[in-house]
């Protein structure tokens, strides 16, 4: 990997996906795939190297597509070296994502923060504006149930503006996830020790995060579930991301059963899709991190 050829494909890999970011749909697509190329340079290239080949992917992208390029470019190079970094450094694959999507959560805040300051753009008044201009064209055309009136309106935008956290904090997560998957893989092929994630069987979350799950509930059941207080867009999106936490616990539980019992590799992924689509089984995940229930069906 430390060979030119390699290192220029990789750099030509990442100059493909900056200038695929100005083709509609496809730049979705193209975002949770951009730090790739750019964490597997830093790992392997010195970092005399790693900065002449960014130069020059950024200053044939800025050419091509203009400063737009050179701001999506270092939004996603942060994190890339952030994951490089700590990949040279032998850190658990854990700490790894925790700090690469804390990276992208903070940038994804500092850039809204400066949109807000420098181009008077506000993601909230965006959002409000869109939604309010689509339905007001649909009443115009008759398209909309007698039912839905301004306040019905303004209840879904508040909907929406209160998951606009949870929204980042999945994304970030998405990112991270698929970044480390496939240049984690990469880098191993080439023979770089690159620390793995635990196997589905041994995840587990810390039992007093059953206690805060519950603090967290009763909060939900006492304050109002509409307003823009902070308590209230807090609990917005702190309670499904706690409930998603214990889905995947779920899921963790499924796949201990079938490493226990030797089920078929195909069973435990086929209970997590029923998991992730019925929300409410993320009691099972509670009830495994509550209480010691898998050593009821350990093998001894």
Request: charged content about 10%; aromatic content about 10%.
């Amino acid at each position: 990997m430390k060979t030119g050829i390699k290192s220029i494909l990789w750099s030509a890999a990442a100059l493909l996906l900056l200038l695929a970011v100005a083709v509609p749909l496809v730049n979705a697509l193209v975002a949770a795939v951009m730090m790739v190329p750019a964490v597997i340079l830093y790992t392997t290239l010195s970092k005399r190297s790693f900065a002449v080949h960014m130069a020059v992917v950024y200053a044939i992208g800025t050419v091509v597509l203009g400063p737009a390029a050179l701001i999506i470019g270092v939004f996603f190079l942060i994190p890339s070296v952030v994951m490089g970094h700590l990949y040279r450094k032998g850190v658990p694959a854990r700490k790894v994502l925790t700090a690469v999507m804390l990276t992208l959560l903070g940038e994804s805040l500092l850039e809204l923060l400066l949109a807000d300051l420098w181009f008077d753009f506000s993601l909230i008044h965006e959002i409000r504006s869109m939604i309010t201009d689509t339905i007001d064209n649909l009443n115009s055309e008759g398209l909309m149930p007698g039912t839905w009136t301004a306040e019905v309106t303004e209840s879904y935008i508040q909907s929406l503006i209160h998951a606009i956290p949870m929204a980042l904090i999945v994304i970030s997560f998405v990112f991270t996830v698929i970044a480390h998957a496939i240049a984690g893989k990469a880098l191993r092929a080439s023979g770089l020790s690159i620390p793995k994630l635990q196997p589905a069987h041994k995840w587990m979350l810390p039992r007093f995060f059953v206690l805060y799950y519950l603090i967290v509930l009763m909060m939900d059941m006492a304050v109002p579930t509409e307003g823009t207080s902070f308590m209230t867009v807090m609990l917005h999106n702190l309670l499904p991301l706690m409930k998603l936490a214990f889905s995947i616990q779920a899921m963790g539980f499924c796949f201990y059963l079938a490493h226990e019992r030797k089920w078929n590799k195909a069973i435990p992924v086929i209970l997590s899709v029923i998991v992730a689509i019925f929300p409410p089984l993320s009691l099972v995940g509670v009830l495994d991190a509550a209480f010691p229930i898998r050593r009821a069906f350990k093998k001894s």
